[in-house]
């Protein structure tokens, strides 16, 4: 009961990051409700559906879909009556709870890929993909270089979960505490990353020559 307030929380925190970036791409309402619902569920979806289960968890559980929506929706009443400037204000609190949606679908993608029989490196995927996917799709859609390839440990963060959790496997140690360090972990390195402004190295940056 308790993954599944996160999962639907973590849901509607990825879905407001979804609208955020619509408004500042000067999207219409439904441009905005369309972002939020994609950068919402758009992980889970992907995940179900290279696992083969269909129809995906949110299209069975139409609660993910609300939540989703109502993001959108909350923020276009908010810009209804403040400035998108105001809104910035709340950006830090989303932020962190960007962060804690990352470590809460990691953990959640990671056990799908095992309860599905995946081999370790199926395990990761499923882990990112569960975790990243949404945002993926939302910065395609808008034409920008996905944030999860160019900063802030994202996707490094989620892969580094699951290794936590696939490490912690076997090792008799019950589920609560797995999930609780699998998410703290995650929502920690990213937070971090955003602190000390962490990143990995850019081949070719500072160079004489591009690197291709």
Partial sequence: MVLFILDVTGTFIFALTGALK?????LDWLGILVLSCITGVGGGVLRDLILGNT???AFQREIYLISSLAAGVLVILILSFL???????LRDLILIGDALGLGVFTFLGAL??????????????TGAVTSCGGGLIRD???????ILLRRDFYATASILGSLVYLFLQGKNIPPWFVSTLVILFTTS????????????????VGQDRPFV
């Fill in 22 to 26: 619509a408004v500042r791409h000067r």
């Fill in 83 to 89: 400035s998108l400037s105001s809104l910035d204000r």
């Fill in 140 to 146: 395609t859609l808008v034409r920008e270089i996905p």
């Fill in 55 to 57: 129809p995906p968890a």
């Fill in 189 to 204: 390195l990213r937070l971090g990353a955003m602190k000390f402004r962490l990143s990995l190295p850019v081949p070719g």
């Fill in 112 to 125: 799908k890929g095992q309860e599905a029989g995946l081999g370790p490196v199926g395990i990761l995927f």
